[in-house]
């Protein structure tokens, strides 16, 4: 598994008290947007953390709920993701077809599914929706016996993302008299370098973490042929970024980390959207390098209340404000959203003759390029734009 990174993410609604109710970025691009300020958010208050969120699985489970929304709530879910009011659904359609086309040749899994509970009269033009452009399977539960809906919930998690995460929720987060729907989310990726590091030149070397301690971890070398340049943010502060594709040429890992060493990663961070990472593409230049990038493997489970609520997405969390009227006559609200990520990054990969042949035409002697302290890496879609996958490292 050269570098699989997968997503859960979750969503639950529970019954209501009181019974209230430039060229144009792609799709892709605009959900992605949404999740990379998440991001930003999350980052601004665990600086020191490592990260890993997957952007898209935040636009995929508010395109779900955006489906059965209306009135303030649904102004807020589409202001926030830059969505045309008439309805996004035929272009998220094509996206999920897109993301998980088998040319993509990576392979790349998107799964959802909504567990109501039984009784629970969902509207069925709620449900048609989520069918035709997410795929999204339906299932009645019980929740009233919570365990047992925990262990159905966190199976079909575990048997969507190749076991990799095993459990998404735990009995104390559901309301057996209250939690009318879960709704959930599952992303499953595993991509093979496109040239691949051999595990024989993994070596320990230094990793200066930002909480300013230095970390022996095992190093990832190879003498290849990247696409790589400089950007410099609106503040006049210069970082590098490298492209490492995937064999199958659709996806890549970007890595991004400060030129000057006393540079934090935050100092950055605030500066990435799709539209900056739209414009490392035109600054990156394929040059022969000798990288050296850490294995690493990192897990995070995120609340999204905070994030979102901070991005103007307020109304669906609170009892007396949401409005789901399309979902149900009976009147409910968010009351958890949660994100669950891994990825892990190690040496597996294909060898491609192009990078063979294309070390030939460097002549020079190649540059060393260290990642040897806190980066930013994203996993992105190149045709649409699409970030699955961003995290920030201080430690491997």
């Known amino acids: 598994m050269g570098c699989p990174s997968l997503l859960c993410l979750w969503v639950m609604?529970?019954?209501?008290?009181?019974?209230?109710?430039?060229?144009?970025?792609?799709?892709?691009?605009?959900?992605?947007?949404?999740?990379?300020?998440?991001?930003?958010?999350?980052?601004?208050?665990?600086?020191?953390d490592n990260v890993v969120l997957s952007p898209h699985g935040v636009a995929s489970i508010l395109g779900m709920l955006l489906a059965g929304a209306d009135g303030q709530t649904r102004r807020q879910i589409v202001t926030a993701l830059h969505y045309k009011k008439t309805g996004p659904y035929k272009m998220l359609k094509k996206l999920h077809k897109t993301l998980t086309s088998k040319s993509n040749q990576d392979f790349v899994t998107i799964t959802n599914a909504l567990f109501a509970q039984e009784g629970l009269q969902m509207e069925e033009a709620f449900i048609s929706t989520n069918k035709a452009n997410f795929m999204c399977e339906s299932r009645n539960m019980d929740f009233s016996n919570k365990h047992l809906a925990v262990a159905v919930i966190n199976d079909w998690v575990k048997n969507h993302t190749n076991g990799m995460i095993p459990s998404l929720i735990t009995p104390d987060m559901l309301d057996s008299a209250m939690t009318r729907l879960v709704a959930v989310n599952a992303i499953y990726f595993k991509g093979l370098w496109k040239s691949r590091f051999q595990s024989e030149n993994t070596k320990m070397r230094n990793f200066n973490g930002g909480n300013g301690v230095i970390y022996k971890v095992p190093m990832m070398s190879q003498l290849s042929v990247f696409n790589i340049g400089q950007a410099r943010t609106p503040q006049g502060l210069k970082y590098t970024v490298i492209e490492l594709p995937y064999h199958g040429d659709s996806l890549s890992m970007l890595v991004a980390l400060p030129m000057e060493e006393d540079t934090p990663l935050s100092a950055i961070l605030p500066?990435?959207?799709?539209?900056?990472?739209?414009?490392?593409?035109?600054?990156?230049?394929?040059?022969?390098v000798r990288l050296l990038l850490p294995k690493f493997s990192v897990e995070a489970e995120v609340d999204l209340k905070a994030p979102l609520?901070?991005?103007?997405?307020?109304?669906?969390?609170?009892?007396?404000?949401?409005?789901?009227?399309?979902?149900?006559?009976?009147p409910v609200y968010v009351s958890k959203a949660l994100q669950k990520a891994k990825i892990e990054v190690n040496e597996d990969g294909t060898k491609a003759s192009a990078a063979t042949t294309a070390i030939l035409l460097a002549r020079s002697s190649p540059p060393w390029v260290i990642v040897d302290r806190p980066f930013l890496f994203l996993i992105r879609h190149n045709p649409t734009g699409t970030v699955l996958f961003m995290g920030q490292i201080n430690k491997p």
């Open 13 to 48: 609604l529970a019954l209501c008290p009181w019974g209230a109710l430039s060229q144009a970025p792609s799709y892709g691009e605009r959900g992605s947007n949404l999740g990379i300020r998440v991001f930003q958010e999350l980052t601004r208050v665990r600086p020191q």
């Open 271 to 288: 500066h990435v959207s799709t539209t900056t990472v739209q414009s490392w593409t035109k600054l990156l230049n394929l040059r022969r």
């Open 309 to 330: 609520s901070a991005l103007g997405i307020t109304d669906m969390f609170s009892q007396s404000q949401a409005d789901f009227r399309h979902l149900s006559a009976e």
